[in-house]
T-cell receptor, first 110, second 115 residues
C-alpha cells in the first residue's frame, strides 16, 4: 500500500464547478504539500501546510492531522485549472524529503 | 528571475552511452534533489544533497551518480544508461531553515529515452 493515496485518479468537470481532490497518508508527517503539474510537464508548488487551512485565490487546502487527510478545493473551476495535482508529505525524520502520491488528473471543460 | 534550470530538456540516447543531465539553481538553496517520474508510479527520489559535498541516496539510486561541488549545481550522471532509465527527470531545490521543511522549486524536467 502506498504511503500517500490520492482520490480520485481522474476527474472531469464543467467550467464553474467546485472541485475537491483528496489525499490520505499513513505515515507521520512534518508537512503536507500540494503541487500542480501542467500539461507541458512543469511542476509548481501550490501549498505547504502542517495544520488548518490555507487559501490562495480560488484554491483552498485543508488538513486534518488526526485523520491523516488533506483536501484541495478549487472554486469556480476554469479550463486553465486542467492539470495533474500531486499530494506529497514530508516525514519528521527528514523534513526535506518528499513522499509523493501518484496524482489526480483534472480536466475542466468549457 | 529565481529558477531551477535543467539541460538538456529532451534526450534520446543508446544503451551504455554515458550522459549527464545538468541542474542549476540561482536561489542559494542548500537542498537539491533529483526525482524521476514514471506512469503509475509517480515521482520518486533518486539522490539528494543537503549542501556542498553532502549527497545521499534516495529511494531509487541504482544506476545513477551525483556530485555537489558547488552550491548552485547538482548534475545527474548515468554512467551506463539502460532502457529502464527511460523516464521524465526533475531537479528541485529548497532552503533548509524550517523545522517543517520548505517549499521545493522544480526544474522544467528532462525527458530521457534510452534505446
Amino acid at each position: 500500500k502506498n504511503e500517500v493515496e490520492q482520490s480520485p485518479q481522474n476527474l472531469t468537470a464543467q467550467e464553474g464547478e467546485f472541485i475537491t481532490i483528496n489525499c490520505s497518508y499513513s505515515v507521520g508527517i512534518s508537512a503536507l504539500h500540494w503541487l500542480q503539474q501542467h500539461p507541458g510537464g512543469g511542476i509548481v508548488s501550490l501549498f505547504m501546510l502542517s495544520s488548518g487551512k490555507k487559501k490562495h485565490g480560488r484554491l483552498i487546502a485543508t488538513i486534518n492531522i488526526q485523520e491523516k487527510h488533506s483536501s484541495l478545493h478549487i472554486t469556480a473551476s476554469h479550463p486553465r485549472d486542467s492539470a495533474v495535482y500531486i499530494c506529497a508529505v514530508s516525514p519528521p525524520y527528514n523534513t526535506d524529503k518528499l513522499i509523493f502520491g501518484t496524482g489526480t488528473r483534472l480536466q475542466v471543460f468549457p | 528571475e529565481a529558477q531551477v534550470t535543467q539541460n538538456p530538456r529532451y534526450l534520446i540516447t543508446v544503451t551504455g552511452k554515458k550522459l549527464t543531465v545538468t541542474c542549476s539553481q540561482n536561489m542559494n538553496h542548500e537542498y537539491m534533489s533529483w526525482y524521476r517520474q514514471d506512469p503509475g508510479l509517480g515521482l520518486r527520489q533518486i539522490y539528494y544533497s543537503m549542501n556542498v559535498e553532502v549527497t545521499d541516496k534516495g529511494d531509487v539510486p541504482e544506476g545513477y551518480k551525483v556530485s555537489r561541488k558547488e552550491k548552485r549545481n547538482f548534475p545527474l550522471i548515468l554512467e551506463s544508461p539502460s532502457p529502464n532509465q527511460t523516464s521524465l527527470y526533475f531537479c528541485a531545490s529548497s532552503f533548509r531553515r524550517g523545522r517543517m521543511g520548505e517549499t521545493q522549486y522544480f526544474g522544467p524536467g528532462t525527458r530521457l529515452l534510452v534505446l
